[in-house]
């Protein structure tokens, strides 16, 4: 599709190649997320011009029907409705011959089973919520018909740690009706929940009650709100979820008893209400009506309670892990929690930390009832009509005018070598990420006369032939550090093998260094010195032909920059910061992945930073894509500086952009 044509999709809203689009997923009706998804996008499919049809798994059985102008096919009689399926993906691409046909799923990845999936064309709108993504979920998105779509940053990080490419959509709600909202049909939303005073401090939780102990951490959260409540009489519960364990949950009168949560400080959605459907506008009210939605959970693959609460202004109680710090702004609260072993997934969910949600509700009800502004700009970029012009008509576009190759792409054995593995815990992880260079050799050679035990060093090649294996032996062979080098069994692109080095290794401290870049003869000890002191987050590394007028300052970037403008943005540089991990928010990397620069989000969180005083490294030729942009990166990568900037605290002025450290090489 040419400029033109774009612009007048975009005006007409029609689609220049239309698909034959089959559905696969909930009604477009069912009160469910899949069924809101479902709703939301394939109206837009079907306005745009694109002959869609939905393929049910849930929501209608025994006849066809149809909703606005789309067909939908019944369910099947296998649990997940495999078994129609392909049959009606075959019935309605045959019933439009001429347009390009294409499956695309909205459900879990591992359910899909039968040879069909190997021979459909197929997108699978895919939430990862475990870590790592689970074996079952791979197996499905590994198979060459097939396309991943994530609906979260975390996610396709996550798939494609695993070898595999995905798109990224991600999933968006109406921000016309999600918003600021007194009242539904002249009920306020406080009178809806039973509550009749708007004096008391509302803790909601809206969460499904599924699986036993459940994903959804009722026990933890719950606790948690009672001791809140006991501590502060004016705190209230709202519980906006299937009470009994009709739904394949748990009974949760019993839970509530045992934590202590007396019957005036909760109050339960009217059950029968609930069951029948409550209308959007009606869910608005309740959220604005909530002065905190609590939904720290073990894991989600994207968490649409909390981004509906954001657009109504509501701050939110998240917990760390998954795609949760995605969706809440700076105005809001993640928990920390502890990793659990999820046996039928192989694969970890984190349960949120009772005193952690303590904590996090103590500070929400100091703040008292109040609307979040960032939370409400911060829903602004999952509103609908935003997701589907900036997302998903491109990707249809794409698709229409040039099918996904059904040819697998080549996954090679993982190449490993190790050296020390059983030194004690470093002090600081050196991260390498290489593709292809043979300036790596420099690198390592300047590093191997620092390298002692409180050192590992950690290459991640995404190299398949493994290009940097053979220097890395050669010269490292003998140190004893510990050193581990791999190899990724496809290329998962710069970007995420250097966002990958804040989770590698297992020092508290750690420096990623570009594969082109060397260290200067002291820089190891000099690192190892300022790191010892407690008080800091990161340390910025100068080269020798930098600017020196911040060197040896200790502050806030913001206060750092006062002094020397520039060294914010010239910061960026991979190989000029050591981080503490505990101070990173791979939340923020996360959302802003594909930005070239997630890796900088990520220390956006550093407080207290230092300026080493003394040149640590030397810089390769190699990095002036990063201040020029590239290929595959279509934004504007001063826009991304300025958010930076902003980010970290600093208004930019002309000044933010004097130099880098590529210029004064």
């Given at each position: 599709?040419?400029?033109?044509?774009?612009?007048?999709?975009?005006?007409t809203?029609?689609?220049?190649?239309?698909?034959?689009?089959?559905?696969?997923?909930?009604?477009?009706?069912?009160?469910?997320?899949y069924?809101?998804?479902?709703?939301a996008?394939?109206?837009?499919?079907?306005?745009?011009?694109?002959?869609?049809?939905?393929?049910?798994?849930?929501?209608?059985?025994?006849?066809?029907?149809?909703?606005?102008?789309?067909?939908?096919?019944?369910?099947?009689?296998?649990?997940y409705?495999?078994?129609?399926?392909?049959?009606?993906?075959?019935?309605?691409?045959?019933?439009?011959?001429?347009?390009?046909?294409?499956?695309?799923?909205?459900?879990?990845?591992?359910?899909?089973?039968?040879?069909?999936?190997?021979?459909?064309?197929?997108?699978?709108?895919?939430?990862?919520?475990?870590?790592?993504?689970?074996?079952?979920?791979?197996?499905?998105?590994?198979?060459?018909?097939?396309?991943?779509?994530?609906?979260?940053?975390?996610?396709?990080?996550?798939?494609?740690?695993?070898?595999?490419?995905?798109?990224?959509?991600?999933?968006?709600?109406?921000?016309?009706?999600?918003?600021?909202?007194?009242?539904?049909?002249?009920?306020?939303?406080?009178?809806?929940?039973?509550?009749?005073?708007?004096?008391?401090?509302?803790?909601?939780?809206?969460?499904?009650?599924?699986?036993?102990?459940?994903?959804?951490?009722?026990?933890?959260?719950?606790?948690?709100?009672?001791?809140?409540?006991?501590?502060?009489?004016?705190?209230?519960?709202?519980?906006?979820?299937?009470?009994?364990?009709?739904?394949?949950?748990?009974?949760?009168?019993?839970?509530?008893?045992?934590?202590?949560?007396?019957?005036?400080?909760?109050?339960?959605?009217?059950?029968?209400?609930?069951?029948?459907?409550?209308?959007?506008?009606?869910?608005?009210?309740?959220?604005?009506?909530?002065?905190?939605?609590?939904?720290?959970?073990?894991?989600?693959?994207?968490?649409?309670?909390?981004?509906?609460?954001?657009?109504?202004?509501?701050?939110?109680?998240?917990?760390?892990?998954?795609?949760?710090?995605?969706?809440?702004?700076?105005?809001?609260?993640?928990?920390?929690?502890?990793?659990?072993?999820?046996?039928?997934?192989?694969?970890?969910?984190?349960?949120?930390?009772?005193?952690?949600?303590?904590?996090?509700?103590?500070?929400?009800?100091?703040?008292?009832?109040?609307?979040?502004?960032?939370?409400?700009?911060?829903?602004?970029?999952?509103?609908?009509?935003?997701?589907?012009?900036?997302?998903?008509?491109?990707?249809?576009?794409?698709?229409?005018?040039?099918?996904?190759?059904?040819?697998?792409?080549?996954?090679?054995?993982?190449?490993?070598?190790?050296?020390n593995g059983?030194?004690?815990?470093?002090?600081?992880?050196?991260?390498?990420?290489?593709?292809?260079?043979?300036?790596?050799?420099?690198?390592?050679?300047?590093?191997?006369p620092?390298?002692?035990?409180?050192?590992?060093?950690?290459?991640?090649?995404?190299?398949?032939?493994?290009?940097?294996?053979?220097?890395?032996?050669?010269?490292?062979?003998?140190?004893?550090?510990?050193?581990?080098?791999?190899?990724?069994?496809?290329?998962?692109?710069?970007?995420?093998?250097?966002?990958?080095?804040?989770?590698?290794?297992?020092?508290d401290?750690?420096?990623?260094?570009?594969?082109?870049?060397?260290?200067?003869?002291?820089?190891?000890t000099?690192?190892?010195e300022?790191?010892?002191h407690?008080d800091?987050?990161?340390?910025?590394?100068?080269?020798?032909?930098?600017?020196?007028?911040?060197?040896?300052?200790?502050?806030?970037?913001?206060?750092?920059?006062?002094?020397?403008?520039?060294?914010?943005?010239?910061?960026?540089?991979?190989?000029?910061?050591?981080?503490?991990?505990?101070?990173?928010?791979?939340?923020?990397?996360?959302?802003?992945?594909?930005?070239?620069?997630?890796?900088?989000?990520?220390?956006?969180?550093?407080?207290?930073?230092?300026?080493?005083?003394?040149?640590?490294?030397?810089?390769?030729?190699?990095?002036?894509?990063?201040?020029?942009?590239?290929?595959?990166?279509?934004?504007?990568?001063?826009?991304?500086?300025?958010?930076?900037?902003?980010?970290?605290?600093i208004?930019?002025?002309?000044?933010?952009?004097?130099?880098n450290?590529?210029?004064?090489?």
């Amino acid at each position: 599709m040419n400029r033109d044509q774009r612009r007048k999709a975009a005006k007409t809203g029609t689609a220049p190649n239309p698909l034959a689009v089959t559905w696969f997923s909930n009604a477009p009706w069912a009160p469910t997320g899949y069924g809101t998804q479902t709703a939301a996008v394939v109206e837009r499919m079907h306005s745009d011009g694109h002959k869609v049809a939905v393929s049910c798994n849930y929501g209608l059985m025994g006849m066809q029907s149809e909703w606005n102008g789309v067909p939908i096919y019944p369910m099947g009689y296998e649990a997940y409705s495999n078994d129609v399926a392909a049959a009606n993906f075959h019935h309605w691409s045959k019933a439009h011959p001429d347009l390009p046909a294409h499956m695309f799923v909205l459900f879990d990845a591992w359910v899909l089973k039968g040879k069909h999936w190997d021979e459909m064309p197929t997108s699978i709108w895919t939430m990862v919520d475990h870590f790592p993504v689970p074996p079952a979920v791979m197996e499905v998105l590994k198979k060459p018909a097939i396309t991943p779509i994530a609906v979260t940053r975390w996610g396709q990080q996550e798939i494609e740690r695993q070898n595999v490419a995905a798109e990224y959509i991600p999933m968006a709600i109406d921000t016309k009706l999600y918003k600021p909202t007194d009242d539904f049909q002249g009920i306020p939303g406080r009178t809806m929940m039973g509550l009749d005073s708007e004096d008391f401090f509302v803790v909601s939780l809206v969460n499904a009650n599924k699986g036993v102990p459940g994903r959804k951490a009722w026990g933890e959260n719950l606790m948690a709100c009672a001791i809140l409540a006991e501590r502060h009489d004016d705190v209230r519960v709202y519980i906006h979820t299937e009470r009994h364990g009709n739904t394949g949950g748990q009974q949760l009168d019993p839970l509530i008893k045992a934590v202590g949560l007396a019957e005036h400080q909760y109050r339960f959605v009217n059950q029968y209400a609930q069951h029948q459907g409550i209308p959007n506008e009606a869910m608005a009210a309740l959220y604005t009506a909530t002065d905190v939605l609590l939904a720290a959970t073990l894991g989600e693959g994207f968490g649409l309670t909390a981004i509906e609460a954001a657009a109504c202004g509501t701050r939110v109680i998240a917990n760390d892990f998954s795609a949760q710090p995605e969706l809440v702004s700076d105005d809001s609260w993640l928990t920390t929690g502890q990793m659990w072993w999820d046996a039928t997934q192989f694969a970890w969910w984190n349960t949120p930390n009772v005193g952690s949600i303590v904590a996090a509700l103590e500070e929400a009800y100091a703040k008292g009832r109040s609307r979040s502004q960032a939370q409400r700009d911060h829903a602004m970029k999952y509103d609908a009509d935003v997701v589907w012009d900036q997302y998903w008509r491109p990707y249809l576009d794409r698709i229409a005018t040039a099918e996904p190759t059904t040819t697998p792409v080549p996954v090679h054995p993982q190449r490993v070598w190790t050296r020390n593995g059983d030194n004690p815990t470093p002090r600081l992880t050196i991260y390498i990420p290489t593709y292809r260079r043979s300036e790596i050799g420099a690198l390592l050679g300047s590093l191997l006369p620092q390298l002692d035990e409180r050192v590992e060093v950690i290459i991640s090649d995404n190299d398949p032939d493994g290009f940097a294996l053979e220097p890395a032996i050669r010269i490292l062979d003998g140190t004893s550090a510990r050193v581990e080098y791999s190899t990724r069994g496809a290329n998962i692109g710069g970007e995420a093998n250097i966002l990958r080095g804040y989770e590698a290794g297992s020092a508290d401290w750690v420096w990623i260094v570009g594969d082109d870049d060397t260290v200067t003869p002291n820089a190891v000890t000099d690192v190892l010195e300022a790191i010892d002191h407690d008080d800091l987050d990161r340390v910025i590394l100068l080269s020798a032909s930098a600017p020196s007028g911040a060197a040896g300052m200790v502050g806030t970037l913001a206060q750092i920059a006062e002094y020397e403008p520039s060294l914010p943005i010239a910061a960026t540089l991979i190989s000029s910061n050591v981080v503490r991990r505990s101070a990173l928010d791979l939340g923020v990397a996360h959302q802003n992945f594909g930005s070239m620069y997630s890796h900088s989000w990520a220390l956006t969180s550093c407080h207290r930073v230092k300026v080493l005083a003394s040149p640590c490294i030397g810089v390769g030729i190699g990095h002036s894509n990063q201040f020029s942009g590239q290929a595959g990166f279509t934004g504007d990568v001063e826009e991304v500086w300025r958010g930076l900037l902003h980010a970290f605290g600093i208004t930019p002025t002309e000044e933010s952009f004097g130099w880098n450290f590529v210029s004064v090489a």
